[in-house]
């Protein structure tokens, strides 16, 4: 079993920055794709993007691209999900998932493991 906690979550006005953290307990976090996902009310959760085992290789939704830079430092069984330039239609509960894998899935059917989530309100 893999728990995950996320944080970092909160209120910020349009433009600004927030980084999310999302740590691991429970096993080692290295076997383990990590994806963040986001759900905003009255939608379906999305894919924002995702990191390979090692760090090595990201992969992220279009809508987020250059903006939202994902990263991990497996020392620290902690993956980070940094996000700037922030828009209102960011505004959504983020949540990290993990799944035993070598790529990263974008179907949130495919991981095994999620936090409770945080949420993130981005006023215009």
């Known amino acids: 079993q893999v728990q995950l906690v996320e944080s970092g979550g909160g209120l910020v006005q349009a433009g600004n920055s927030l980084r999310l953290s999302c740590s691991a307990s429970g096993r080692t976090f290295s076997p383990y794709v990590v994806g963040w996902f986001r759900q905003a009310p009255g939608k379906e959760r999305a894919f924002v993007g995702g990191i390979s085992r090692s760090g090595e290789s990201t992969y992220y939704a279009d809508s987020v691209k250059g903006r939202f830079t994902i990263s991990r430092d497996n020392a620290k069984n902690t993956a980070y999900l940094q996000m700037n330039n922030l828009e209102p239609e960011d505004t959504a509960v983020y949540s990290c998932?993990?799944?035993?894998?070598?790529?990263?899935?974008?179907?949130?059917?495919?991981?095994?493991?999620w936090g409770q989530g945080t949420q993130v309100t981005v006023s215009s």
């Open positions: 998932a993990a799944r035993a894998a070598i790529t990263i899935p974008t179907n949130p059917l495919a991981y095994d493991y």
